[in-house]
């Protein structure tokens, strides 16, 4: 069985990064081999605050020499890479990287140039933002930025659907084989957007925006392991991505539905492998 390395944050209680992406993986398939870049009681956005601390670079290189000296790198079909605790994680997300494909040189590298957003209480330390921008984002195959992050990579302003087009096409040439934009938040007030780039061009879908009093956290972390694993089951990367789209809205309208602001992510679970509702993909560009 396919197996991915999923280096991201990791929640106690609820549901962001890895406590967000593993099951949805598990769900799909894939075996999936948890490594916590931070370790927190909660998600940041409670005003109650938060325990934990963050793990230091060589933890995730410890990791990673455990995994290759039982022989296992070679089964890993792709890493998927979300919230960095420190710059030097960069260079161990890298070198965990290179040793994966190393081992296997099909495997995909799937980042999730998570950068900060203040206004959302997340916080991410000095200099992971230029380290991701410069050194992790053109190695990877897949990124899965938002708007911003997609910015900030690209030097641009996006104001526009033609922005987002361009954009998408400059990150693509900066490294990158697919650019999924994880939301889209010029285009509309009332549809949540996302944009895909490929070398076949730039598709667009929206979904219904969910009113919530307290918007939930994890969604990018669910997106991300969503389209990873529509990816490593040969799903075109259209497919792919309409999938992704339709599972993490069902789980949203579960999470609405529920009153909940925490993600609903299990009792969501068959709705990641079968979405009772699907949206048009639409190609733009």
């Given at each position: 069985?396919?197996g991915?390395?999923?280096?991201q944050s ?5 549901h ?6 593993v099951f949805?993986l ?7 081999w948890p490594?916590?870049t931070?370790q927190f009681?909660?998600?940041t956005?409670?005003?109650?605050g938060?325990k ?11 990791l990673?020499?455990?995994?290759q ?12 890479t ?21 081992a296997?040189p099909?495997?995909?590298?799937v980042?999730?140039?998570?950068m900060?957003?203040?206004?959302k ?9 230029e380290?991701?921008?410069?050194d ?7 990124i899965?930025?938002?708007q911003?992050e ?15 087009v361009?954009?998408?096409?400059k990150?693509?040439e900066?490294g990158?084989?697919i650019?999924l934009?994880k939301h889209?938040?010029s285009?509309?007030?009332?549809q949540?957007?996302?944009m895909?780039?490929t070398?076949?061009?730039c ?6 925006h ?19 694993a529509?990816l490593?089951?040969?799903?075109s990367p ?11 809205y069902a ?5 609405a539905?529920?009153k909940?602001?925490?993600?609903q992510?299990?009792a969501?679970?068959?709705s ?6 699907r949206?048009p ?5």
């Open positions: 069985m396919k991915v390395i999923s280096i990791h929640v106690v209680y609820g962001a990064g890895n406590s967000s992406a949805p598990q769900r799909m398939g894939f075996e999936t490594i916590h931070v009681s909660n998600h956005q409670y005003p109650e938060w934990g601390r963050a793990f230091g670079a060589e933890d995730i290189r410890d990673i020499d455990g995994i000296g039982i022989g296992k790198l070679k089964d890993c079909s792709a890493v998927v979300g919230y960095q605790g420190s710059a030097d994680q960069c260079s161990a997300v890298l070198d965990a990287v290179t040793a994966v494909k190393t296997n099909q495997a995909l590298y980042c999730d140039p998570v900060g957003a203040p206004d209480g997340c916080i991410v330390a000095p200099g992971i933002a380290r991701l921008v410069k992790v984002m053109p190695q990877a195959d897949v899965v930025p938002n911003f997609l910015s900030q990579f690209t030097q641009m302003e996006i104001n526009s659907l033609e922005d987002a361009q954009a998408c096409q990150a693509r900066k990158p084989n650019v934009v889209l938040h285009l509309s007030k009332d949540f957007s996302m895909l780039s070398h076949e061009g598709f667009l879908v929206q979904r219904p969910l009113p919530f009093t307290r918007e939930p956290v994890g969604m990018g972390d669910l997106i991300s392991a969503l389209f990873t529509g490593l089951q040969g799903r259209q497919d792919a991505f309409a999938h992704c789209n339709a599972a993490a789980v949203l309208k579960e999470t539905a529920q909940e602001w925490e993600l992510t299990v969501a679970q068959e990641l492998v079968n979405p009772p509702e949206f993909v639409e190609k733009i560009g």
